[in-house]
């Protein structure tokens, strides 16, 4: 099982091809903090017969930049762009040239399910699974402010230059003004987003989740003893139930 690794605008990314036709292209987009290890989620993923990329915001890991100088989700716009394109994808160390589905979803995970809801009025994203996103940057957590800041110098201390940002930009996280799901989502949008959390989720409100899913007329599912839901926390069964209930498998 080869996973391929390409560049687009400072953006290091892995990807993994159908095997066959493919369904579409799945894009991950990973929490906070995460390590640069999806393959168990791709492999899966792959073997339903998807596309699978998994992009590094930018200021982590191998891609260059600063994190937060501009928001995550332009970054994954910037990816989004770059596989509706009618440009191969170029794999970084052997050259060989790729065509991915133009049909693209994208899944993101905790703070990556933030990310993926900003999306909502992207055309070129034909699905959006969010799994236990924070839906409102400015009322997470009973600290604030506080509590993202204390996150900041966590991933700091114990990521030291995996991440690579200033705090200030965390400030604008804290306060919405980086980049914030839309309160009021349009139709279209609507009709898009599909969100996923478990009931007992330790991390973000579960019931600040479903709250904003209800009035928005947003579907979601619950689950029930998984707590905060991260990639590595999805095994196939979960996959299947989740892609179908999406209408995208």
């Not at 994190?67 to 716009?77: G, H, K, R």
Request: proline share 3%.
């Amino acid at each position: 099982m080869i996973i391929y690794r390409a560049k687009y605008k400072n953006i290091i990314f892995e990807f993994l091809p159908a095997e066959g036709e493919s369904r579409g292209t799945i894009i991950l987009c990973e929490g906070l903090p995460s390590a640069p290890n999806k393959k168990e989620a791709m492999v899966t993923l792959q073997g339903l017969g998807f596309d699978v990329v998994f992009p590094r915001y930018r200021g982590t890991w191998e891609s260059g930049g600063e994190f937060l100088a501009q928001s995550p989700v332009q970054d994954i716009e910037d990816i989004v762009g770059y596989l509706a394109s009618d440009e191969l994808i170029k794999e970084l160390y052997a050259g060989k040239e790729f065509g991915l589905s133009k049909n693209i979803y994208a899944i993101g995970s905790s703070f990556g399910g933030t990310v993926a809801l900003c999306l909502f009025s992207n055309d070129k994203v034909k699905k959006i699974i969010a799994l236990s996103p924070v839906v409102d940057f400015k009322a997470q957590g009973k600290n604030g402010e506080q509590g993202i800041m204390e996150m900041a110098r966590f991933v700091k201390e114990g990521f030291n230059q995996a991440y690579r940002f200033e705090e200030e930009d965390w400030k604008k996280l804290a306060n919405g003004g980086l980049f914030n799901p839309p309160q009021e989502m349009e139709e279209d949008g609507v009709k898009k987003v599909f969100v996923v959390f478990d009931e007992n989720d330790d991390s973000v409100s579960a019931e600040s989740i479903q709250d904003y899913c209800q009035r928005n007329g947003v579907e979601y599912m619950k689950t029930e003893g998984m707590g905060h839901l991260s990639f590595s926390a999805m095994n196939e069964k979960l996959w299947v139930n989740v892609l179908n209930k999406a209408a995208i498998l």
